[in-house]
């Protein structure tokens, strides 16, 4: 059974559609649920609103809660002009998110190996733990993909 | 390992694989966040027998210094008088200053709860 978002996420408000890496998730849904967590939320608002976790000995840590950083290594940086929300780790981008309109958001570049998660992207493709996903469209479940 | 290209999904894509790789930074808690009215009491909170027993430590520790000191100078210098009531006010002290830590140690208040939640939060025994 699915674990409902609202549960451990608050102020959550899903996106009519999502572009990550040239994958299209439409109706609400988030790319990835890693056994009873996801490590990416990303939510509708002015600009894309961000949630980051991670597990650590049987707990989930969050690192970044509604574009706020809660670890020293995360910079979070927002433009309300290019409607962009940047996640950085010493200056490298990890995510780049811009709303496209008003509940249309894309992910142009992820990479979330500096937090010890094997998945990586850019505007063509989508890497996660090996496995490529590229211009598919995903609509009708929660999450597009999942890992036990 | 799998490819999808370009196809309509329905339903989650179950995948293999091993996501979780070593982290290049250091993740090791949520932070916990401390109310202003938490960090007040942590800060403020400590119980009338916490404060107590602090001034009964520097009691005990003053009469035990005189006593000492004394005892010495009785040893150097029989001039110098040493007193059974000194040995005693140093024990009478020391036993109401335990007598304040248990009680105090027993007492529940809001700074112990608090505090008791931050070690859980951060797993400190």
């Known amino acids: ?148 | 390992m799998t490819t999808f290209n370009n196809k309509e999904i329905h339903q989650t894509v179950y995948i293999n694989g091993k996501i979780n790789i070593n982290p290049s930074i250091t993740i090791l808690h949520t932070p916990y966040l401390l109310e202003k009215y938490d960090f007040d009491k942590v800060i403020n909170g400590k119980h009338f027998f916490s404060d107590l027993s602090t001034v009964l430590k520097g009691i005990w520790i003053g009469l035990t210094i005189n006593t000492v000191a004394k005892f010495i100078g009785n040893l150097v210098d029989k001039n110098i008088s040493f007193d059974k009531w000194e040995v005693y006010a140093v024990l009478i002290s020391l036993f109401c200053y335990f007598i304040c830590l248990i009680i105090e140690r027993f007492i529940p208040t809001e700074r112990k709860r608090i505090i008791n939640d931050i070690k859980s939060h951060f797993n400190i025994k």
């Not at chain 1, 496209?100 to 996660?128: A, M, T």
């Not at chain 1, 733990?129 to 597009?144: E, I, K, M, R, V």
Request: aromatic residues 4%; charged residues 20%; positive net charge.
């Open chain 1, 1 to 148: 059974m699915e674990t409902a978002l609202s549960n451990y996420i608050q102020n959550y408000s899903p996106l009519e559609e999502l572009i990550i890496c040239s994958n299209k998730i439409i109706g609400g849904g988030q790319l990835i649920k890693i056994q009873d967590y996801s490590p990416l939320v990303v939510g509708r608002g002015e600009i894309p609103l961000i949630w980051l976790n991670v597990k650590n000995n049987n707990k989930i840590i969050e690192l970044i809660k509604e574009n706020k950083s809660f670890n020293s290594n995360l910079n979070v940086e927002k433009s309300i002009t290019n409607r962009t929300t940047i996640i950085k780790v010493n200056n490298s981008i990890i995510i780049h998110a811009k709303m496209r309109e008003e509940n249309s958001c894309i992910i142009s570049k992820i990479d979330l190996r500096p937090i010890g998660l094997d998945i990586v992207g850019d505007s063509q493709k989508l890497k996660i733990a090996g496995n490529t996903l590229s211009g598919n469209t995903f609509s009708g479940a929660q999450y597009l993909i999942g890992m036990e």
